[in-house]
Every structure is written in structure tokens, then in C-alpha cells.
């Protein structure tokens, strides 16, 4: 190597010690100062920092409580039957692609499930309703339903305790017609809601159809998703199914909603009033710190500190306040969900990582919030009056 590259190298090496050397004394004095504020009033700090913990704790455990017992109210609402009903028009017939567009809209995940309903006759020539459906989608949409036992074979029935009256009193077999033709069934089980369902016999909608040949004029439908998606949802399939009357069933929909606008209104309240404690506890930590260190910031505006310098170095430390309260207490939230989920709901709450960063960034906001004031009060704080002991 020849005397040019080694003064080339020399100079390379001469600007990396320089760049660390005005780098270096702005990273190790804030690492003192911030040091200094936390052992120079232990308590205060660590009743600061307890603030953060837990406000950042409760807010980690009821967000992630209220996503999962959100997702689990959906699933236990949909237990209670369809919340879209899709009817004929009077005279008229559901399209026969109506399923296919009905889950090309909701999704594979929605239950659609088609109905026949007739009024057959029995052999006294009493009336009773009589409806037709895949009994097996049947069964998931109404998991509600008190069964003693499905029908597993063409021939059988599923009858409501009204209808048994009727039909079978002695759970035997029995006929039923219907525009001169005869069908000879065997109860499988009986059916109790305490609704209109109980006066019903159910059919596989193949044996219905084949005896009434009468399609299907009525779809129910479950439906996954917010009170906003289903009811956008209704209006695709409206304008997908002119000729068919969509409608939502108003007890179902405003069920769930008024409960998760409730269960919001109160998570929303309680990291509320946590948040704005935790706030005022630091503001009051973070007041006391510029009053104990009045000295530590004279003698830095003495040696020449700006007062943004000043004013940024004190809110890094609140900021350093609000990540460290932020990653302890995530921590502590995630196991607070986890037990409430079992002891109360018991039922596992799912940790999401996701909620971390929404966790960081409002705890760092809230710190930076509560030190507005201290850093007006930071920015009043004159070298010459403090050295001077005034």
C-alpha cells in the first residue's frame, strides 16, 4: 500500500472516531439522566411506572377480551337460528340457482338452508303443517333446537310435540296426504322450541319433494360479520335476487348488536377512567422530576444546551417511561385475559400479538401527553437564578 492509501485509510479512520466522539457524549448523558431520574426518587418513579403497567395491562386484557368474547358471541348467536330469511314472492318461485348465489355473496362460512311448507292432511282429516329441508344443514343452522333424535332415513320424520298430538299420539307410524296422494312415515324423534316449530313435521326435502312436488320458498340464512356487513350483505343479495324478498330478522341482528355495543360502550369506559388516572399520576411524577432536577437542567443549558436539546432529552425519558410500563404490562394483560377467560367464560382467550404496537404507541402518547406541562414548566427554569440557589 502505497503513502496515499495509507493517508486515505488514516483519514477514514480519524472521521469515524470524531463521528463517535460527538455522538458518543449525547448517548451517555442521557443514559445518566435517565438514570438519575429514576433512583433519585425511587418511589416516585416506580409509582409512575406502576401507572403505566397497569394501564397498559388493562388495556391489553380487555381489548383482547373483547375480540374473543366478540368472535364468541357471533358463533353463540348464530346457534339461534338464521338472522337473513329469503322468501318467494306470492305466485312465484326461488330461483333454482338461489343457493349458489347466496353463498357466492356471504361465503362458504354462511348456512343457507332451504324450506317446503305445505298443509297436509292426516287420516281423520285433521290439518298440520308439514315442511320440507336438508335436515342435516337443518341441524346446524338450529342448534337451538331440542331433538331427541334426527331422522337418518327417507321414510322418517322429525315431529313437534303439537303435531305428535295430532298425527301420532303413540309415537306409531301414520300416514298424511296431500292433493290425493299418500305418504306413510315413521316418527324419528320430537322436536320442542316453544314456538311454531313444535306444530310442524319435518321431511328430507328429496321424500317432500317428490311427494308434493313443491320446490323450496324459503331459504334461511346464517350470517357471519358485523351488524354493517350483513346488512350491506342483504342489500347484494337484494340486487342480486330482484324477484325474491330478502329481509333480516330484526331479534336476532339487534340482539347481537345491542350486546357488543354494550360490551363496547363498557371497555371503552373502563380504559377511559384507567387511562386518564394513569395520565394524571404521571403528570404529577413527571412535575416533581423537573422540580427535584431544577439543577441537572441548569447546569445543562449552562454548558450551552439548547432548549430543544433540554426539551428532548426530558421527553425521551417519559417516552422511556411509557415503553417500558407498555412492554411490562402487555405482559401482565395477556396473562389477566387468559385467566378471566378461563375462571369466568371458561373458555380459552386467544393472546393476539397483534394489539402490541396499539399498546406501545398509546402509552408512549400518554407519557409524551403528561410531560406537555412539566416541559413548560422545564422551559421557565433559568441557570443563572438556580446556580445562584434562588
Known amino acids: 500500500m502505497g503513502s496515499a492509501g495509507m493517508l486515505h485509510s488514516s483519514k477514514e479512520v480519524a472521521a469515524r472516531r470524531a463521528e463517535a466522539a460527538r455522538s458518543s457524549p449525547s448517548?451517555?448523558?442521557?443514559?445518566?439522566?435517565?438514570?438519575?431520574?429514576?433512583?433519585?426518587?425511587?418511589?416516585?418513579?416506580?409509582?409512575?411506572?406502576?401507572?403505566?403497567?397497569?394501564?397498559?395491562?388493562?388495556?391489553?386484557?380487555?381489548?383482547?377480551?373483547?375480540?374473543?368474547?366478540?368472535?364468541?358471541?357471533?358463533s353463540e348467536f348464530r346457534n339461534y337460528g338464521a338472522n337473513i330469511v329469503i322468501v318467494a314472492k306470492d305466485g312465484q318461485e326461488l330461483p333454482p340457482d338461489a343457493p349458489a348465489r347466496i353463498h357466492s355473496i356471504l361465503g362458504d362460512k354462511a348456512i343457507a338452508v332451504p324450506f317446503s311448507y305445505i298443509v297436509a292432511r292426516t287420516q281423520d282429516?285433521?290439518?298440520?303443517?308439514?315442511?320440507?329441508?336438508?335436515?342435516?344443514?337443518?341441524?346446524?343452522?338450529?342448534?337451538?333446537?331440542?331433538?331427541?333424535?334426527?331422522?337418518?332415513a327417507p321414510d322418517q320424520a322429525l315431529v313437534g310435540m303439537r303435531a305428535a298430538t295430532v298425527v301420532t299420539p303413540g309415537r306409531q307410524p301414520f300416514d298424511l296426504s296431500f292433493q290425493g296422494k299418500t305418504i306413510h312415515l315413521t316418527?324419528?324423534?320430537?322436536?320442542?322450541?316453544?314456538?311454531?316449530?313444535?306444530?310442524?313435521?319435518?321431511?328430507?326435502?328429496?321424500?317432500?319433494q317428490n311427494w308434493t312436488g313443491i320446490a323450496a320458498s324459503t331459504i334461511e340464512v346464517a350470517a357471519n360479520g358485523t351488524t354493517a356487513e350483513i346488512e350491506a350483505a342483504i342489500a347484494q343479495l337484494r340486487k342480486s335476487m330482484p324477484r325474491v324478498e330478502v329481509r333480516p330478522?330484526?331479534?336476532?341482528?339487534?340482539?347481537?348488536?345491542?350486546?357488543?355495543?354494550?360490551?363496547?360502550?363498557?371497555?371503552?369506559?373502563?380504559?377511559?377512567?384507567?387511562i386518564l388516572t394513569s395520565t394524571l399520576c404521571v403528570l404529577a411524577t413527571l412535575i416533581g422530576w423537573v422540580f427535584d432536577r431544577r439543577r441537572d437542567f441548569a447546569i445543562m443549558k449552562a454548558l450551552g444546551a439548547s432548549e430543544r436539546?433540554?426539551?428532548?432529552?426530558?421527553?425521551?425519558?417519559?417516552?422511556?417511561?411509557?415503553?417500558?410500563g407498555a412492554i411490562f404490562g402487555f405482559l401482565i394483560g395477556i396473562g389477566a385475559a387468559v385467566w378471566i377467560g378461563r375462571a369466568n367464560f371458561h373458555a380459552p382467550v386467544v393472546p393476539?400479538?397483534?394489539?402490541?404496537?396499539?399498546?406501545?404507541?398509546g402509552s408512549v402518547a400518554i407519557t409524551l401527553i403528561a410531560a406537555v406541562v412539566p416541559i413548560g414548566l422545564l422551559r421557565r427554569v433559568h441557570p443563572a437564578n438556580i446556580l445562584r440557589g434562588e
Open 27 to 74: 448517548v451517555s448523558m442521557f443514559g445518566r439522566m435517565l438514570w438519575r431520574a429514576a433512583t433519585l426518587r425511587r418511589g416516585r418513579a416506580a409509582s409512575a411506572l406502576l401507572a403505566m403497567v397497569v394501564a397498559a395491562a388493562v388495556a391489553t386484557a380487555l381489548i383482547n377480551l373483547y375480540v374473543d368474547v366478540q368472535s364468541k358471541l357471533r
Open 125 to 152: 282429516g285433521r290439518s298440520v303443517a308439514v315442511a320440507g329441508t336438508d335436515l342435516s344443514r337443518a341441524r346446524q343452522l338450529n342448534r337451538w333446537w331440542k331433538v331427541s333424535r334426527w331422522p337418518d
Open 187 to 208: 316418527p324419528a324423534g320430537m322436536l320442542q322450541t316453544g314456538a311454531g316449530e313444535d306444530s310442524r313435521i319435518y321431511l328430507d326435502q328429496t321424500t317432500f
Open 249 to 274: 330478522v330484526r331479534q336476532i341482528m339487534e340482539g347481537e348488536a345491542n350486546v357488543l355495543n354494550k360490551t363496547r360502550a363498557t371497555i371503552y369506559a373502563c380504559s377511559a377512567l384507567v
Open 309 to 324: 436539546l433540554v426539551t428532548g432529552f426530558f421527553a425521551a425519558e417519559a417516552a422511556a417511561l411509557g415503553v417500558v
Open 352 to 361: 393476539r400479538l397483534s394489539v402490541f404496537p396499539y399498546i406501545l404507541l
